[in-house]
């Protein structure tokens, strides 16, 4: 029988750093998402950047894969409390997608949208420079379907579920307007170490 007020072993002090308030150290990676996976053939895969209802560019797997590769190292961090260090990851950052298509983003919000018709909000200044990509690869290999492959959204400064699964393209919005979990009580922005889970927070 535990004492009362008994915790455990506590985490070394350089994981404590890196641990944000509330987030314990998860070896594996958990497969949270709201329903099944959905079914993606790589012929058929588009990835668009749209203005409200109106496409702006396109592209196939094909194309998309010929675009500049990046990579990034580092740490995840889930709100249902699991964090994940080390992470390797391999994708299109945004500002390439963006130079790509040629344009500069046309609204300071978006929405990322999935092939599993979710979606959620991110502001623009989030995704510039180093800090966001659309990612096909992880730890060297295909990101599988359970992790959101074919490509999912990577925003790893912010908790995990705003990194889109399957991601099938992003709307610029004229507003922040909140997608699938921040309608339904999470925090339109989700800093993980503000502990910015839910509405309120």
Same mark, same amino acid.
């Given at each position: 029988?535990?004492?009362?007020?008994?915790?455990?072993?506590?985490?070394?002090?350089?994981?404590?750093?890196?641990?944000?308030?509330?987030?314990?150290?998860?070896?594996?990676?958990?497969?949270?998402?709201?329903?099944?996976?959905?079914?993606?053939?790589?012929?058929?895969?588009? &990835?668009? #950047?749209? *203005? %409200?209802?109106?496409?702006?560019?396109?592209?196939?797997?094909?194309?998309?894969? $010929?675009? !500049?590769?990046?990579?990034?190292?580092?740490?995840?961090?889930?709100?249902?409390?699991?964090?994940?260090?080390?992470?390797?990851?391999?994708?299109?950052?945004?500002?390439?997608?963006?130079?790509?298509?040629?344009?500069?983003?046309?609204?300071? &919000?978006? #929405?990322? *949208? %999935?092939?599993?018709?979710?979606?959620?909000?991110?502001?623009?200044?989030?995704? $510039?420079? !180093?800090?966001?990509?659309?990612?096909?690869?992880?730890?060297?290999?295909?990101?599988?379907?359970?992790?959101?492959?074919?490509?999912?959204?990577?925003?790893?400064?912010?908790?995990?579920?705003?990194?889109?699964?399957?991601?099938?393209?992003?709307?610029?919005?004229?507003?922040?307007?909140?997608?699938?979990?921040?309608?339904?009580?999470?925090?339109?922005?989700?800093? !993980?170490?503000?502990?910015?889970?839910?509405?309120?927070?």
């Amino acid at each position: 029988m535990a004492t009362r007020g008994f915790t455990g072993r506590r985490p070394p002090e350089a994981t404590r750093e890196r641990l944000p308030p509330g987030q314990y150290l998860e070896q594996d990676f958990p497969v949270l998402q709201i329903g099944p996976n959905p079914r993606i053939d790589l012929d058929s895969w588009s &990835f668009t #950047l749209r *203005e %409200g209802s109106r496409p702006l560019k396109s592209w196939n797997w094909e194309e998309f894969s $010929a675009l !500049p590769r990046t990579a990034w190292r580092g740490d995840i961090h889930c709100v249902t409390k699991w964090s994940k260090f080390d992470t390797g990851w391999e994708g299109v950052s945004i500002d390439d997608i963006l130079a790509a298509a040629g344009i500069s983003a046309p609204t300071e &919000f978006l #929405l990322a *949208e %999935g092939y599993d018709d979710y979606t959620t909000n991110v502001p623009v200044a989030d995704l $510039a420079g !180093p800090k966001a990509m659309v990612a096909t690869h992880y730890e060297g290999k295909p990101i599988e379907p359970d992790h959101g492959g074919p490509a999912r959204l990577l925003v790893p400064h912010l908790y995990f579920w705003k990194s889109a699964k399957w991601v099938k393209g992003l709307r610029f919005t004229k507003k922040d307007e909140g997608g699938f979990w921040e309608l339904r009580g999470y925090h339109m922005y989700g800093d !993980p170490w503000r502990e910015q889970r839910f509405t309120g927070d």
